[in-house]
């Protein structure tokens, strides 16, 4: 079954800190992974995307990481700041065709306190 | 610039009561998507619309959800004689094209409580 699982479900930071999301998943067979910004009350806004012979992928603070031999990812948030404070959602599609047959995350809450 | 706008913004219902979402995708983006999404959860893929045409509506939980784009940008999702597990978020995306690695932009979502 095509699964995507995050950790940590939640995480608290202060402010300025460092943190680092995971991603597992069984999507097979694997087109792209994309890590999503959900702010409460909005809609999901897109951080990355990586196929599967891209590593690495950097956008301003946050960059992800993907293994695809692993299958895993990360994003890491880098000197966190209190607009960091959202739902981080890792999104995989299987599909090299399209893109409307997405394998959603939960998602990893992130306060960022002061 | 203008993104993806949806309205409205939140929609309280009486069971049974019928509703209509709208979703005012970007200009010139030719594909756009319908998600349903419960608190605590990711989106679930409804429906999907290439122009005016609804290539798959495999995500619809039933007949009374009904969705349509008849002029290939607005689209209106409607939900008939709704009922309580229908409260959730509505999401709209759309996105240039139909390939693989193109983004989608996200609207803010309608948020349906049906009472």
């Known amino acids: 079954k095509n699964q995507v699982e995050q950790s940590p479900q939640s995480l608290i930071i202060l402010e300025g800190k460092n943190c680092t999301l995971q991603c597992n998943y069984t999507v097979s067979p694997f087109s792209n992974l994309r890590w999503y910004k959900q702010d409460t009350g909005r809609g999901p806004v897109s951080l990355t995307i990586m196929t599967f012979s891209e590593n690495t992928k950097s956008n301003g603070r946050y960059t992800a990481t993907l293994d695809a031999d692993t299958k895993q990812s990360s994003l890491h948030i880098t000197a966190s700041q209190l607009s960091d404070s959202a739902s981080y959602i890792c999104?995989?599609?299987?599909?090299?065709?399209?893109?409307?047959?997405?394998?959603w995350g939960l998602g990893t809450s992130l306060a960022v306190n002061p | 610039g203008a993104g993806v706008s949806q309205s409205p913004r939140y929609k309280v219902a009486k069971r049974g009561q019928d509703v209509a979402l709208r979703c005012d995708p970007i200009?010139?983006?030719?594909?756009l998507f319908w998600y349903q999404q419960a608190l605590g959860q990711g989106p679930e893929f409804l429906t999907y619309?290439?122009?005016?045409?609804?290539?798959?509506k495999s995500g619809l939980p039933s007949d009374r959800f009904f969705a349509e784009r008849p002029e290939g940008s607005v689209s209106t999702l409607k939900i008939q004689r709704t009922q309580q597990e229908d409260s959730a978020v509505y999401l709209c995306a759309s996105s240039l094209v139909q390939r693989a690695y193109n983004e989608q932009f996200f609207g803010p979502g309608t948020r349906l409580t049906v009472l």
């Open positions: 200009s010139g983006h030719v594909s």
């Open positions: 619309f290439q122009n005016e045409a609804q290539l798959d």
């Open positions: 999104v995989v599609s299987p599909n090299a065709g399209n893109n409307r047959k997405l394998i």
